[in-house]
């Protein structure tokens, strides 16, 4: 039988065994949620995007403290880095005062671009570190920059 | 494996023709089938404030359009009716940089007020129901065991200066310092300045150095207008004046353009004169009208956290720092799980029950996650038609702790009929002080301010205009 031609439900139904086998996480959303931690933000030194690196009590038995605190402690600095005030930040906001702001509509900012660095570091740790103890980071951005939710799955067999 | 089963049924499936939803049985794969062919719904179809979007979520405005309207009329007129009138005779008797540089401020400040308009001001998305239940919980815990409810404040320590973070009912969580609820908006904003019914949006972090920018702008070029009609009048020789005269047309157009840029130029000079101390201090409007860090409303000496102590660096880091991104993501799609929580998927409720088990569920929406078929948008994200209102400019959170009804919290029709031209930043600064005490912006009561009883007396104006059906509980 000749394949059907790619229609849009098709279509899906071919990136849909692509995601399955794809990597660990996805398989993680198969297993049941059995709670979630947040993560507040820290305000100690004003409104600059930091995360409270507290280690929560929920997650002592499922990954070491030094390796949480290290990933958090990694996303503060990036977090740092992109509102910096610097030589950079100022130069972008002179050009873009200059005209009238519309660069902004063709360029990407500093920050989007330390953005796009910062899920890139939140994926790898997920793969690397947090999906295979049954945890999952979620992407502060997707939460307004408000928290750093954790989510913890059951316990199984599933995907080890 | 299942996964690899679930798809070969699919594949087979598909080489029949005419998938209509209703003659295939109500199975996993016939629900599918069902949402894939629903169109997908991005964020803000289903965005929980009060906020209009247009050409596909690309542009943010508020709910009512304030006088916006107004402020575009006035700085088109005006500038049309004097690159008309006043520039070829300038040109004629001084120079051709006059209208070169009139149409270069003119493009500049239309440019920035669309900006300041258009764009996300810095709105904090609502929590998530389940960061919502883990506040409740952190608040229970830390409450007493008395009847009294508990605290819903947290102390924070800024830079050695305690600042209160209060908790927003409406958008369950603690609110961030500096931010405010918009109650004509029914957002958290972040640094929300105040709600600008000139521009029609409001006025917070992102879209503050575009507002910054256009008032310094708009003085400039209503000084440069005014200075330029005086000069014409003053070079007009006698007998151009008499013929003028006769013209009444003319004459008259003069006049308006002298009366227009002569109110105009007091009352912006004087806002771009307060903003540009604002902004050297690193103050928000929201913050000096409280008196939060002048020492006014604490018994001791309070000072900004937030200013660096320096004159320059606090204007580069207002005007100049980096450009925080938008978190409430308009264009982004929704997931599956968004879909099922959004409001207006009530058909979709029925489906559930009838599903085999939640973790077959979970293999089928979950696979397709982003594409997730949605129904089309059935109405347009516009709630609670009555609430809103010309609320000038603060939002007071000082009155919130007075439980009063939104009744007297409205600045009055006074505050925005006095002089037209006159920014409503003085007179509500004035006006705030006198109504803070009875006041109440109807910010954060219990319930939010959705099911807030709408203000009285302005209310049957709103329902009018608005004409929107009533408020979701």
């Not at chain 1, 890139?120 to 939460?143: C, M």
């Not at chain 2, 029949?16 to 629903?38: D, F, M, W, Y």
């Not at chain 2, 575009?210 to 014409?232: D, E, K, M, N, R």
Request: proline letters at 7%.
């Amino acid at each position: 039988m000749t394949p059907p031609p790619l229609t849009p439900t098709n279509h899906r139904k071919v990136q849909l065994s692509h995601i399955t086998t794809h990597s660990l996480q996805d398989l993680r959303q198969q297993a049941a949620v059995a709670a979630k931690v947040f993560i507040q933000r820290d305000y100690t030194n004003g409104t600059v995007c930091q995360f409270q690196t507290k280690f929560p009590s929920e997650l002592e038995t499922r990954i070491d403290k030094q390796q949480f605190e290290e990933t958090v402690r990694t996303l503060n600095n990036l977090y740092a880095e992109a509102e910096k005030l610097g030589g950079q930040s100022y130069l972008e906001g002179c050009l873009a005062c200059l005209t009238a702001y519309t660069v902004f509509l063709c360029m990407e900012t500093h920050y989007e671009k330390v953005l796009k660095k910062i899920a890139k570091y939140i994926q790898e740790q997920n793969d690397k570190i947090y999906a295979p103890r049954g945890l999952l980071l979620t992407d502060p951005i997707e939460r307004g920059l408000r928290v750093i939710e954790v989510t913890l799955f059951e316990d199984r067999s599933l995907g080890r | 494996m299942k996964n690899c089963e679930y798809q070969q049924i699919d594949l087979e499936a598909l080489s029949t023709p005419a998938p209509t939803p209703s003659p295939q049985p109500v199975t996993e794969n016939g629900k599918k089938k069902e949402k894939t062919a629903k169109k997908h719904r991005r964020k803000w179809e289903v965005f929980k404030g009060k906020n209009r979007f247009c050409c596909d979520g690309r542009i943010i405005m508020a709910r009512q359009s304030g006088v916006l309207p107004l402020t575009l009329g006035l700085i088109l007129v005006t500038s049309v009716l004097f690159f008309i009138f006043d520039c070829p005779f300038l040109v004629q008797h001084l120079t051709v940089c006059i209208p070169v540089i009139g149409g270069a401020l003119f493009v500049f400040v239309v440019i920035t007020l669309v900006q300041t308009s258009f764009s996300d001001p810095g709105i904090l998305p609502r929590a998530t129901p389940d960061e919502a239940a883990d506040v409740e919980k952190q608040i229970d815990d830390a409450g007493n065991t008395t009847y009294r409810p508990p605290p819903r404040t947290r102390e924070v320590l800024i830079n050695q200066q305690a600042v209160k973070l209060k908790y927003c009912f409406t958008c369950k969580m603690f609110r961030p310092p500096r931010t405010s609820h918009c109650s004509l908006c029914d957002n958290c904003v972040e640094r929300f300045d105040h709600h600008c019914p000139w521009v029609g949006n409001c006025v917070g972090k992102r879209n503050y150095r575009f507002f910054y920018t256009f008032i310094v702008s708009l003085s400039f070029l209503t000084a440069f207008i005014f200075g330029c009609v005086t000069t014409h009048l003053a070079l007009t020789s006698e007998q151009e004046r008499i013929i003028q005269e006769l013209n009444w047309v003319a004459a008259n157009v003069q006049l308006l353009k002298l009366v227009i840029c002569f109110f105009s130029v007091w009352s912006i000079l004087g806002l771009s004169g307060f903003h540009t101390y604002l902004v050297a201090s690193n103050l928000t409007t929201n913050e000096d009208i409280k008196g939060s860090w002048s020492g006014k409303s604490g018994a001791e000496a309070a000072t900004n956290p937030y200013s660096h102590r320096n004159i320059f660096i606090n204007c580069c880091s207002v005007l100049c720092g980096p450009m925080p991104p938008s978190l409430i993501d308009r264009r982004g799609f929704l997931s599956a799980e968004e879909e099922e929580a959004a409001p207006q998927a009530i058909g979709r409720e029925v489906e559930l029950p009838a599903l085999a088990s939640k973790k077959d569920i979970n293999v089928g929406t979950k696979c397709v996650s982003e594409e997730s078929p949605a129904r089309p948008p059935s109405r347009p994200p516009d709630r609670c038609g009555e609430r809103t209102g010309h609320n000038p400019v603060v939002n007071s959170d000082t009155a919130r702790d007075n439980r009063m009804a939104a009744r007297g919290a409205r600045h009055t029709p006074a505050a925005r009929g006095v002089g037209g031209d006159a920014h409503t930043h003085h007179h509500a600064k004035a006006h705030h002080k006198r109504t803070q005490r009875g006041a109440k912006s109807a910010l954060d009561g219990p319930g939010g301010t959705r099911a807030s009883s709408p203000s009285l007396g302005r209310s049957s104006k709103d329902r009018k205009n608005a004409g929107s059906p009533p408020p979701l509980p």
